[in-house]
C-alpha cells in the first residue's frame, strides 16, 4: 500500500447557497456544466458539482474525481423559500476567513461585460480603484468571484468577444494566520508545490499560490486547481487571532478538495505526518471520505480518485 502526491489534485471547494436555481445559472453563464449531481432526501440536501468541461480543458469528460478545478455547491432543502436565510461569504465580521474563487478568462473587458449585460452585480469593477486588471463579480448569495485575465489586459481592450469555453477555474483563496504554518501543511502533508509568491510589505500583506501543476511552466493564468493563501503580516503574533472557518455559525464556505491516488494509504501518510483530522475514515458511516483541519481549522476533504483506483493511469 502506497501512495504518490505527484497523483493527487486539487479537486473541489465546497460553498453552501440559498437557491440552487440561482447559482446553477450564474456559474453556467460563467461558462461552467453542472457534471454531477448528489440528492441526499433523508437528510434534506442536494450537492452540485460544476466545473469547465469544453473540449478546451485539460479534463474534459473525466470522473468528477479525477479533475482540478471543479465546484461544489451544497444546498439545504427549503433554504430557498426562507426570507430570513443568508450565507456568511467569508469577507466580513463574523465569520471572516475565506476570501473567494477565481475564474479565469481570455478577455477580460469582453467577459466583464457579458457579466454586467446579464445584471449580475460586482464587489469591484475593472474601472474601480488602481487596479485595472482584475474584477469581483458577485454570484447570488455575494460569494466574490474573482476575474482574471488570461492576456494581458491591456492587450484585450478593445476585444468585445469572449468565450466562456475557455475559462478555468483557477484557484480558491482563504485567509491564514501565520504564512510558515501552513504553507508547510500544505507543502509537506498534503504534497502541493508552491508555485508563486506575491510580497506586498507596503500593503503588509503576502499572497502564496500553490497547486499540483502537472506543468509547472504554465502561466498561472491558464492553471486550475490552484489555492491561495493570504497572509496579513502579524496575525500569527496575536494568541487571541483566529480565522471563520465557514462551518461554524455564520456558515458559507465549507471545504476544499484533495482526490488521492489511494485513500487507504493516503490517510495513513497524513497519520503519520501527524495531521490533525476532523473525521477519519473510520469514524461514522461515510467510510469513502475522510476531513483533516489545516492548521487554521478549516476542513479538508479527502477522496479516492475514481480513475486512478480503477488503474485507468493519470488523467
Not at 485539460?58 to 468528477?64: D, E, L, Q, R, V
Not at 477580460?108 to 449580475?120: F, G, H, M, S
Not at 502579524?234 to 480565522?243: H, L, N, Q, V
Request: with cysteine; hydrophobic share 30%.
Amino acid at each position: 500500500m502506497s501512495t504518490d502526491t505527484s497523483k493527487y489534485v486539487f479537486n473541489h471547494s465546497m460553498l453552501r447557497i440559498k437557491d440552487p436555481k440561482a447559482s446553477i445559472k450564474f456559474y453556467e453563464h460563467l461558462g461552467m456544466k453542472q457534471i454531477n449531481q448528489m440528492d441526499f432526501p433523508d437528510n434534506k440536501f442536494s450537492l452540485y458539482f460544476l466545473a469547465y468541461d469544453s473540449p478546451q480543458n485539460a479534463s474534459s469528460g473525466a470522473h468528477w474525481t479525477g479533475r482540478q478545478g471543479v465546484l461544489e455547491l451544497t444546498h439545504n432543502h427549503g433554504s430557498e423559500e426562507d426570507p430570513n436565510f443568508k450565507v456568511a461569504n467569508g469577507n466580513s465580521e463574523p465569520g471572516k476567513g475565506f476570501g473567494h474563487i477565481c475564474v479565469s478568462v481570455d478577455n477580460i473587458q469582453a467577459a466583464c461585460q457579458r457579466l454586467e449585460d446579464a445584471n449580475y452585480k460586482f464587489q469591484k469593477k475593472l474601472s474601480d480603484g488602481r487596479m485595472r486588471h482584475i474584477a469581483f463579480a458577485l454570484d447570488p448569495d455575494g460569494y466574490w468571484v474573482e476575474i482574471i485575465g488570461q492576456n494581458p489586459a491591456d492587450k484585450t481592450e478593445y476585444v468585445k468577444e469572449t468565450d466562456p469555453g475557455s475559462y478555468k477555474f483557477n484557484h480558491t483563496m482563504i485567509r491564514v494566520k501565520d504564512a510558515s504554518t501552513s504553507l508547510s501543511f500544505y507543502r509537506e502533508t498534503l504534497g502541493m508545490t508552491l508555485l508563486r509568491t506575491s510580497e506586498n510589505p507596503s500593503a503588509n500583506f503576502n499572497l502564496y499560490f500553490l497547486g499540483y501543476p502537472s506543468s509547472p511552466s504554465t502561466p498561472q493564468p491558464a492553471l486550475e486547481g490552484l489555492l491561495e493563501l493570504t497572509y496579513n503580516y502579524g496575525t500569527e503574533k496575536d494568541p487571541s487571532f483566529a480565522y471563520h472557518d465557514g462551518n461554524a455559525e455564520p456558515q458559507g464556505f465549507g471545504h476544499i478538495c484533495i482526490s488521492v491516488d489511494d485513500l487507504d494509504a493516503a490517510c495513513a501518510r497524513f497519520e503519520e505526518k501527524g495531521a490533525r483530522w476532523k473525521k477519519r475514515l473510520t469514524d461514522g458511516r461515510m467510510k469513502e471520505v475522510a476531513f483533516l483541519l489545516d492548521p487554521d481549522g478549516y476542513w479538508v476533504e479527502i477522496v479516492q480518485n475514481q480513475r486512478l483506483k480503477n488503474g485507468e493511469g493519470s488523467l
